[in-house]
């Protein structure tokens, strides 16, 4: 079975270096992430790791003329080992809000069947 390597991001150029603190703030401060500079190619790009195992299963965002563009609830799912390190996550969260109202949070009930048991929360 594969296995996630990273998910690459583009944003408008000249807008990285303005976004970086805003996300070492929500990615490493509230997710744990860590967040690495690299350049390759002759580009520059963040890359937000979620594994020891730099730079397995990352988030790369560099600047492009053709950037993307997320108008609907488009997301990343993260998987957590146990359900309190979900519910965590999800305070954390709550109390990041409270000083950053850009982040919208929806929280979704327990999912469980024969074959899928789940706690969510939706990020954006």
Do not use: W
């Not at 937000?48 to 563009?69: A, N, T």
């Not at 080992?81 to 949070?105: A, P, Q």
Request: net charge negative.
């Amino acid at each position: 079975m594969p296995r996630f390597n990273h998910l690459a991001l583009s944003v408008p150029p000249g807008e990285l270096d303005g976004m970086r603190a805003d996300l070492e703030k929500f990615y490493a401060g509230v997710l744990g992430a860590q967040l690495f500079d690299y350049t390759g190619g002759g580009l520059s790009y963040l890359i937000i790791s979620f594994d020891e195992d730099f730079p397995s299963q990352s988030l790369v965002i560099g600047e492009d003329k053709k950037y993307m563009q997320s108008p609907g609830f488009d997301h990343i799912g993260l998987e957590y080992d146990t359900y309190e390190k979900v519910n965590d996550i999800i305070e954390r969260c709550k109390e990041f809000k409270r000083s950053d109202d850009r982040l919208k949070i929806m929280e979704l009930p327990e999912l469980k069947d024969e074959r899928f048991d789940s706690q969510a929360v939706y990020l954006r």
